[in-house]
Structures are given as structure tokens and as C-alpha cells.
């Protein structure tokens, strides 16, 4: 079959990863006869260097006219870069905030998941998190405080500054229905977070998750708040399946939860609308600290190229075949340095490349 | 010396654990030579019992004619309370946060400190916690999306829930102050917290805490994203020393930081207003399913009233007194059920207040 796939590379280390993930893709095709048309798209600090804004509609369109947009990473290092001094409508993660809006990417699935032959890079002790650490959090990406109205003003010489969060009705059941029919796929849990102790959408949130449970009898829900989610993810992540949550509590705890696994350089994401098209990407940063340098992990992104051939593509044989072949190379002994353990061998960012496309 | 304390004993486990505190405080009083007279204030609760509302203007006077406020703990299980029914406003959390607000306590300092004693209860690797964990949150605590704007409204059918996170300059500065005195007396480096990749008032928050930070050419500032700090403290927590931050993100954080230690069970707080007055309280929360049953460690109760001798009566020597003897005790190996470990010998809220008071 025919496919076209827009390819976002991004800031930092993206444009090396995604080359590698392209690579695997090149020889699904090769193997399984399928052809996929490629078209780069600007975003981020890319866009800016070409036309000074981080995202244009011209790049939306392209991404719209694609069957699913496979990304690296977008931002800038806060630190060094220039970029820290603009305002944050004009900085690189705001091309990233603009374009999960224009596609109306509303479901953001970050799984973490922990491979047995990286438990020694997880921080957590044996007994705490236990074997196949495998769970999912299903992050609301384009309401909530990220997306609120949001002003500056001065009064009497003070400064006040305002950001606004606020949901609706349709915007919880939405997400709240990709949670419970993932969970339908997996063991049937889910885990809403919420702060319904304190803030009025938390518990316009509990009410209307609430209500999409009665539709799915099998699975159970239960409802957590926010700082308790924080511990348990330390305490006993083991607990958790699915966790269905609003857009800044999910950036946090998703954040937390793959550090959790030790090795967020292996975690994928997915970020969808309601039809079959999204967004795939590596859920870790842009790492400019090391961008350039040809040692960065590949494989969040050739697992993301899996999922979007999965959920965007239909193409199940074929990230099956890939998501085996990390399987094999991991356990060959192959790593990239920031999964290195004695004893093993490591590879750099195309040579990983190599080795997954060689599998497949 | 004479002070007047307030004892709000609150919730669940707090009455157990706050006749703990004051057994220890009656032992400091008689072995130094202080009277300490106490008033019960009700919160919380209790005061929803007695008076149908968390908080009367009674117990706020009471709260304010005391020299500090020693708590136990607030708040119901949101799963088999009644209150978990109620509006927010009517909730025991309720008193809570209104309690901060009549008191300004806007500084909330929580240590994560972890005893050499207690290693094998923290969650992470040896090789990940290192020796002699030891930092502080220093957490706003009056502003932010906990005390925002906040309504529900329906339109066309659909309703829509709104809070708001606001700050001003002045609210920033005092509590950047703050942090920054409390690192001048620890290791001069303080990690300011916020997501001004996206939000305004975290934007402020930066602008803010860097003009403070130039009057303490000695400590060390580094701004990090909330959602990298999340990922930080469970890969490399020892990095840190002091954390500055706002209150929701510090609500996550600093109980993210408590379970990284392992032992909340031995976690105290201090929320401080101008002067010196506090109220002081544990870090857990009132564990309503094991209240009643002698079992609670009632030791972040006693060293939240050492803080409390430390910071609002200016008795260091008292408050060491008390930090030595809980060393003590740990050191021959007494344990409450939840920090219990092979070897160890096991013993009941009461037993630990004895042992405690015992080596005062
Ligand atoms: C860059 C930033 C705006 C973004 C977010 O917070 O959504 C990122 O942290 C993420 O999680 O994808
Ligand atoms: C009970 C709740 C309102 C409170 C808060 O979030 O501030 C609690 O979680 C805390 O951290 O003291």
C-alpha cells in the first residue's frame, strides 16, 4: 500500500533519530511492499531559522494532507540557547502547543514500559518494581492550563501574572472514552487523576469520567489525586495500568512515570484525534547537550514509527516485526551509551539503526 | 519561658499522633523549664462535627493569639468518606487551605531527609540515593490555582469548569526570600521551579526570583521545568538541595520528594508566615484507615514540634534535644509498623512517644 507520512525532525538530536527510525521504515517497505512517501515538515527552532515563527500554516497543511506525522524532538535547551529569552508564543515548544491544537490532537499515549534486560538502569529497587513494569498514561493534550487564556498586567507598579484552566463537558469524555477503551485492550483499570480536593475542574473531571465508566461495566475505575499519584509512582508504579488524566498533571506524572523505567530513551508516545491520524514522537527531550554527536538512542523513535504504523496505518504484522526486532537487539547486547551496562556492547545512533532495520 | 500553643489534632490518625508531640513537649518543658500552655482548635473535621463548617472564626482567633499551631492531620478518604460528596468548600481540606489564608502562612518549608537508619525502606537503589539524602521544598503556599478564581457554568447544555492561577510580584518575592535564607544556612544553591515554556505567571515567577536571587551573589540559582524536575528527583535526587517553587507544583513535588526517601512516616512541615509565627504539621496525611488502632508513627508529629520550638519559640537547643533523642531511638533499633524492618523492634504510637520523651 500506498502511505504518506510527514516527518517532523526537529530541534537537537531530532533530525539523527528520526533518519534512523526512516531507515526501519524503508525496510518494512522493502519486505512487506508497501511504499511511503515522505514530505519533511518545519517546526520548532527548524521553522524559526526558516521563516521566524515556530510553526506555519503551511507546514499544518502538509501535516493535515499526510496519513500520520512521525516527529523527533522540538525545543531548545533553556540554558544555552537564545531562544530562553523570547517569549514563549515565539519559542520552539510553542510551534509544538500550536500544531497538537490545528490537528486537534486531544489523546496523548505515553506508555512506559520496562524491557528485562534494562532493569538494571531503573532506579527503583528490584522488589519495588517488580517484572514486566508495564503501564500507560493517557494525557488530555489540548485543554487545560496549557491552553488557557493567559495575561500579564501592571497595577500600581505591580506585576500580576494569570493563566486560566478550564475544561468542558466533551472535552473529559473524549479523552476519557480513549482511556477506558484502551483499558478494554489491557487489564481492564483505570486510574483518574485528578485534584477534585480543591479545583472546580478536578471535579467537573471526576463527574464526567464517572460517567463514561457506567459504559464500560468490566473495568474498574478508581480515582486518585494528583500528590498521591506522585508517590505511588515511586512507592509501587506496579499498581497502576492505565492512568487517564488532564493535560498538566499528565505532563508531570508522564514525565515521572518514564524515569520510573530508567530508560526514557526507549519510550514512545502517540498523540491522536478522534479519527485514525496522529502524531508520533520520542517521549524524551531534544538533548542538545549531545546533538550532532551520532550517540543518541534511536529506538523511542523507531518504537513511535511502530505505533504509528499500528494506530494510524493498520499495519499490525509490521510493528510487530519492529517492535521484535528491538526485542532481538536488546537482547543480542546491543546499546546506545545511555543504556550501556557492563558487559554489553555498545553502538552508536545509525549502527543501533542498523541493527533494528537488519531484523525486520 | 511561657507560650501558648495551639493543638489542632484534626483527622483520622492526628489526635493519636498529637498527644505523641505533646507528651515529647511536656517532657522538654519539665526537663528545660518552660510552660507550655495548650488551647485545642478545631479544623478540619472535627469542627464540621461540632460547628457543620472546617473552620470557625473562633479557631482562626484562637489560631492567631497562639505563639505557633502544632496539626496532626486534615482530611477524609475520598473513597468511603461522606465528604467526599460535599463541595470542596465544605470539606475538612476546606479549613485546611482556608486556615493558610487567614494565617498567611505562604511559606511552606518540607524537609525529605533520609536517616542511614531507615536505607532500606527508600524505594530507589543504593547507587541512586547516595548517602545522606537531604533536601527541602520550599513551597508558595496562599496563591496559585488553589486560591484562583474559580466557577462551573453550563451553556447550550455543556458544562464548563474554570480555576485560575494567578501571581503577583510581591507574592513571588517573599517566598524567593525565604528560600534564599534557608540556603544561605545549607549549601547555597537553590533549584527554582516552573513551566515558563508555557505559562505566564511561571514566566513572572523566573523574572522575579532572579532579582531576588542578586542579592545572594553567594548562592547558586538553576531554574528547571516542572516536569524535568519530576523525572529528576526519582533519577538523581541528591542533586538537589533547596527547591523553590508555587503551590500546586509544590503539592506534587515535595510529596514526589517525601516518597523518595521512603519514610513519610518521619516527615515534618512548617508553613510560616512574616514573622515568626507557624503552624507545623507532618508531611502524610491522616490515614483514616488505620486510625484508632495504635499503630501510627507518630514521629513527624515530634519532629514537626521541633521545628516548631526551632522557628517560632527560638528554642534550638530544645529542638535539638528533641531531633538527637528521635536519632536515638531509631539507632537502638525501635521502629513503628511502617518503617519496620528484619531485626528491628516493633512498637505502637504510644510506646514510641515514651521512648522518645525517655531520652529527652
Ligand atoms: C515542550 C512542552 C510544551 C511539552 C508539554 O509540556 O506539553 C512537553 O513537555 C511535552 O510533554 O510534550
Ligand atoms: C489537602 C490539600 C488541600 C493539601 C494541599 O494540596 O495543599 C495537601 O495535599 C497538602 O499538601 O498539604
Redo the contacts with the bound molecule.
Keep these: 500500500m500506498n502511505y504518506n507520512i510527514a516527518l517532523i525532525s526537529g530541534d537537537g538530536i531530532g533530525p539523527e533519530i528520526v533518519a534512523e527510525a526512516k531507515k526501519v521504515l524503508d525496510k518494512v517497505c522493502e519486505v512487506y511492499g508497501h511504499t511511503f512517501s515522505y514530505k519533511e515538515v518545519l517546526l520548532g527552532g527548524a521553522s524559526i531559522d526558516a521563516h521566524g515563527v515556530p510553526l506555519t500554516e503551511e507546514a499544518i497543511a502538509d501535516a493535515k494532507a499526510s496519513d500520520a506525522v512521525l516527529m523527533g524532538s522540538?525545543?531548545g535547551d533553556a540554558k544555552t540557547s537564545p531562544w530562553y529569552k523570547l517569549e514563549p508564543s515565539k519559542r520552539p515548544?510553542a510551534g509544538?502547543?500550536a500544531i497538537r491544537k490545528a490537528l486537534n490532537l486531544f489523546a496523548?499515549l505515553r506508555p512506559a514500559y520496562l524491557y528485562n534486560e534494562l532493569k538494571g538502569a531503573c532506579p527503583l529497587k528490584e522488589e519495588v518494581i517488580g517484572d514486566g513494569f508495564d503501564m500507560i498514561i493517557v494525557r488530555e493534550?489540548t485543554g487545560g492550563l496549557?491552553f488557557g487564556d493567559r495575561k500579564t498586567y501592571e497595577e500600581n507598579g505591580v506585576q500580576t501574572a494569570v493563566d486560566t484552566l478550564s475544561y468542558n463537558e466533551n472535552e473529559i469524555r473524549r479523552i476519557a472514552v480513549k482511556a477506558f477503551d484502551i483499558a478494554m485492550k489491557r487489564k481492564k483499570k483505570v486510574t483518574s487523576v485528578d485534584k477534585a480536593n480543591v479545583l472546580d475542574s478536578s471535579r467537573l473531571w471526576r463527574k464526567v469520567v464517572e460517567e463514561v465508566a457506567k459504559d464500560y461495566p468490566e473495568v474498574t475505575l478508581e480515582h486518585m489525586l494528583v500528590d498521591n499519584c506522585a508517590m505511588q509512582l515511586v512507592h509501587n508504579p506496579a499498581q497502576f495500568d492505565v492512568i487517564l488524566t488532564e493535560?498538566m498533571f499528565g505532563?508531570i506524572l508522564?514525565?515521572e512515570a518514564s524515569m520510573v523505567t530508567g530508560s526514557i530513551g526507549m519510550l514512545s508516545s502517540a498523540s491522536l484525534n478522534e479519527t485514525k491520524f496522529g502524531l508520533y514522537e520520542p517521549s524524551h527531550?531534544s538533548a542538545p547537550d549531545i546533538a550532532g554527536k551520532g550517540i543518541a538512542n534511536p529506538l523511542a523513535t523507531i518504537l513511535s514509527a511502530a505505533m504509528m504504523l499500528r494506530f494510524s496505518l493498520d499495519l499490525d504484522k509490521e510493528a510487530d516485526a519492529i517492535e521484535s526486532a528491538v526485542q532481538s537487539v536488546l537482547t543480542e547486547g546491543y546499546r546506545t551509551v545511555d543504556i550501556m551496562q557492563d558487559g554489553m556492547k555498545q553502538v552508536g545512533t545509525a549502527e543501533m539503526g542498523d541493527l533494528i532495520a537488519g531484523h525486520i
Excluded: M, R
Design positions: 522540538i525545543g515548544e509544538l502547543l496523548n493534550l496549557y493535560n505532563d508522564s514525565d527531550g
